[in-house]
């Protein structure tokens, strides 16, 4: 095996010019080097080529270096906007980096959204063969994989069926079995399992594995950070487009749940988080969460407290039979509670254009002292999701002299709920 780094990255960044969307023609950019010009002119000020106001550039990573040798699976953390996907999509060539170098030596086959790749009006076959060519295999090796990578995804009956009209459940399935069972040297795989069923996942963590002990390079971005410490031998986490930690995936973790514990917050502005393209390029467009508030007391949320949250949504089309779901997670991201619009008889009907709010209460959670997660979804039908944040908020729940005695119980025995007892015999 090598002992040169399966990736090396050096001085990386990137940056956005903020109020551009690109340059798609030649009489823009004709027209904004004559605006440039005239206001650089007027203002006196000499600039040099490529720079930019400071106030208008928004610097996505920082200079980022870091090395991964052959074999090692490497996990990275950190808050939305952190710049984790921002250096995915550069690592696998989506993106063009602002400054520094990258060096991959192999294939990268990279899962960052939902059927990258996939051409919605190709069949499921077609794809695969298509997204083998792409990276760089011939028909022969796809063909020894195909039975395999169509078994694993789940989706034999409908794999002469356009892709299009696949849910976004069966178009995750197919899209990672590709990316899997191709034997690329590197695997990057960003948040996109989150859509997949308990089950599947579970299959998806198992398949990552077996890449790491075949000796390949795995890249993993997750919020659920007990997958993380499972999978990864080794850990980044990302602030600011910053790295501010590597090393060991425990360490890594305790080190960012301590940084989370200094940034609770009672609302967030859904609408400025990122969205992944969980069922294709409309993830987001068609119904969208726009902001989440909690309710608390005077001093913060006590054990024991009933949870509220008001959930505000904006529904850019028409939309019916839409179900809502909150998830309230632990720090490692592992679901704690799971609460369904649908199972209270509550499901949205939307019209064009139409803005709202939803109001849930989770009465006597039981949560013991600590920072917790909340996860929101939205979906309409059978698995079409159209909106899915897996870190829409964290929050801190406290203790209180009242209820150290059940808080430490909680701590120790987990959290209790209401059961029934009944004596045999």
């Known amino acids: 095996m090598s002992s040169l780094p399966v990736i090396d990255v050096q001085g990386l960044g990137k940056s956005y010019n903020l109020g551009e969307i690109g340059v798609t023609t030649l009489r823009e950019s004709f027209s904004r080097f004559c605006e440039g010009f005239f206001v650089r002119k007027k203002a006196e000020a000499p600039v040099r080529s490529g720079e930019r106001q400071e106030g208008r550039v928004f610097h996505a990573l920082r200079d980022v270096s870091f090395q991964v040798p052959p074999g090692q699976a490497l996990g990275l953390i950190g808050p939305n906007g952190a710049g984790k996907s921002t250096l995915l999509k550069i690592l696998s060539r989506i993106t063009r980096p602002t400054r520094g170098t990258i060096t991959l030596r192999g294939r990268c086959a990279s899962l960052l959204e939902v059927g990258t790749g996939f051409h919605p009006d190709l069949t499921g076959r077609e794809n695969v063969f298509m997204n083998g060519a792409l990276l760089g295999m011939s028909i022969g090796e796809v063909k020894a994989k195909f039975d395999e990578i169509v078994a694993f995804s789940g989706v034999e009956r409908f794999i002469d069926t356009p892709v299009k009209r696949y849910s976004s459940g069966m178009y995750v399935r197919l899209a990672f079995a590709v990316a899997a069972h191709l034997e690329p040297e590197i695997l990057v795989v960003d948040e996109v399992l989150a859509v997949g069923d308990a089950a599947f996942q579970s299959k998806c963590l198992g398949k990552m594995q077996e890449v790491g002990k075949q000796g390949r390079t795995v890249l993993f971005v997750s919020h659920n950070l007990a997958a993380v410490k499972e999978l990864t031998d080794r850990c980044l986490v990302l602030t600011e487009g910053k790295i501010i930690f590597d090393g060991e995936p425990e360490a890594a973790a305790d080190f960012y749940l301590q940084e989370a514990r200094n940034v609770t917050a009672w609302e967030a502005d859904l609408d400025a988080l990122e969205r992944r393209d969980y069922m294709g390029p409309d993830t987001g467009l068609h119904w969208r969460f726009t902001g989440l508030r909690m309710g608390h007391g005077a001093d913060g949320l006590y054990f024991g407290d009933t949870i509220k949250v008001e959930l505000d949504y904006h529904s850019i089309r028409a939309q019916e039979d839409i179900t809502l779901t909150l998830h309230v997670a632990d720090n490692y991201g592992t679901k704690i509670i799971t609460c369904r619009s649908i199972d ?82």
Do not use: H
């Open 344 to 425: 209270a008889g509550v499901k949205l009907r939307c019209a064009a254009g139409e803005k709202g709010s939803v109001r849930l209460e989770i009465p006597n959670p039981g949560l013991p002292p600590g920072v917790y997660l909340l996860k929101v979804n939205a979906v309409s039908g059978l698995e079409v999701y159209l909106d899915l944040l897996p870190e829409a908020m964290r929050f801190e729940v406290i203790s209180s002299s009242e209820t150290d005695y059940w808080t430490q119980a909680s701590r120790q025995d987990g959290i209790r709920l209401p059961s029934r007892w009944e004596r045999l015999g």
